[in-house]
């Protein structure tokens, strides 16, 4: 896998960025100003999507993806996910975590599918019918995709805009691939981490549903979770600011032991 990386460089410390399903890197931009304040940033097209291509011989895993990306990230950074980047960033730091600082997830399930012990997460019926509408329809499929992140949080058209805008550089053919790893239960993953971790979730997100900042903290002592007031499943882009205060705040405890 030929992993395509975007650095914003400074004397900061680390912070490896990993975007959503269906986007790139380029999701970010609104955001790095007000993150590249506090950080040296680095921005990982996941593989498949964005610059990161994928030949259709390539084995295409969880195991796969996180090995490809474990030679990206730095020693001493810290690991942010959105979404589907925040399943693969647990899944990395479980690999990393003798090397690196701290996790940080925005609107991520680690178990995005239900489970009988995980009602709140997207129905199996629900996942399998998005599947399938994505292998025949996947253009329309997408764009009902970007509409879904974005109802019932501010800055709904801006943000819309935004989605639209990524989404047209993705190809169609690597979605189906990467949508599969959203299948994984990564719970376990999360829970037995030695290093803290923190999780924002958003008030009016319809993907990832708010009531995960309660059951989250409760898998280890070493996460922490935060609600984003009014937000949708893109709250770095409509709370920039704080939620980037919030981090160099994270950020300050692991650095003062007091996380």
Not at 17 to 41: A, C, K, N, V
Not at 78 to 83: A, E, F, K, R, T
Request: glycine share 6%.
């Amino acid at each position: 896998m030929n992993i395509h990386i975007k650095r914003i460089q400074s004397a900061k410390p680390d912070l490896v960025l990993m975007h959503g399903w269906g986007t790139s890197s380029d999701i970010w931009r609104p955001w790095l100003p007000f993150l590249s304040e506090h950080y040296s940033i680095i921005c990982i097209d996941l593989p498949g999507l964005g610059l990161s291509k994928v030949d259709d011989s390539e084995n295409y895993s969880l195991q796969s993806v996180v090995s490809a990306l474990a030679d990206k990230v730095p020693n001493n950074s810290i690991l942010l996910g959105w979404s589907l980047g925040g399943l693969l960033a647990i899944a990395l730091a479980e690999k990393l975590q003798q090397r690196i600082k701290g996790l940080i997830t925005i609107a991520c399930n680690p178990c995005f599918v239900q489970r009988d012990d995980w009602p709140d997460a997207m129905s199996r019926a629900d996942f399998s019918t998005f599947e399938a509408n994505m292998a025949l329809h996947p253009t329309k499929t997408l764009s009902r995709f970007f509409m879904l992140q974005v109802q019932g949080g501010s800055q709904q058209k801006e943000i819309l805009k935004h989605l639209r805008a990524v989404g047209e550089n993705v190809q169609h053919s690597q979605l189906c691939a990467s949508l599969h790893l959203l299948k994984h239960d990564l719970r376990e993953s999360l829970a037995q981490l030695s290093v803290p971790s923190l999780h924002f979730y958003a008030e009016m997100d319809l993907l990832v549903p708010r009531q995960l900042q309660l059951l989250i903290p409760a898998l280890a002592t070493n996460i922490t979770s935060l609600e984003v007031k009014g937000a949708g499943h893109l709250p770095f882009v409509s709370d920039s600011q704080w939620l980037a205060g919030q981090i160099a705040e994270f950020s300050r405890r692991i650095d003062t032991g007091s996380s």
